[in-house]
């Protein structure tokens, strides 16, 4: 079992950073492959962005791709995501999930997330 806890969101203007934490219960951390999706009102959930075991792999949406950034500290079983020059278009309830092994960009692919945590973007 696996319990993940979001923080880092808020209230902001368009073209600032924010970074996003998720942080993991357990000793397993670096067994699991991490993402990041996220869901505005009124919409699906959507693929963010996500890491591998290691961090040597990341993948990313069109949409956040060139500013926003994926990471993860395994020895502090903690993901990150670094969201740069943030756009109205990015508010949304940002979630961070797990799987075992493999990356994956589908909702369905991922057996953990986080209670999320609520991003809004002011023009």
């Known amino acids: 079992q696996v319990q993940l806890v979001e923080s880092g969101g808020g209230l902001v203007q368009a073209g600032v950073s924010l970074r996003l934490s998720c942080a993991a219960s357990?000793?397993?951390?670096?067994?699991?492959?991490m993402a990041w999706f996220r869901q505005a009102p009124g919409k699906e959930r959507e693929f963010v962005a996500a890491i591998s075991r290691s961090g040597s792999s990341t993948y990313y949406a069109d949409s956040v791709k060139g500013r926003f950034t994926i990471s993860r500290d395994n020895a502090k079983n903690t993901v990150y995501l670094q969201m740069n020059s943030l756009k109205p278009e990015d508010t949304a309830v940002y979630y961070c999930?797990?799987?075992?092994?493999?990356?994956?960009?589908?909702?369905?692919?991922?057996?953990?997330w986080g209670q999320g945590t609520q991003v809004t973007v002011s023009s």
């Open positions: 999930a797990s799987k075992l092994y493999g990356l994956g960009y589908r909702r369905e692919d991922y057996d953990y």
């Open positions: 357990g000793r397993t951390f670096s067994s699991y492959a």
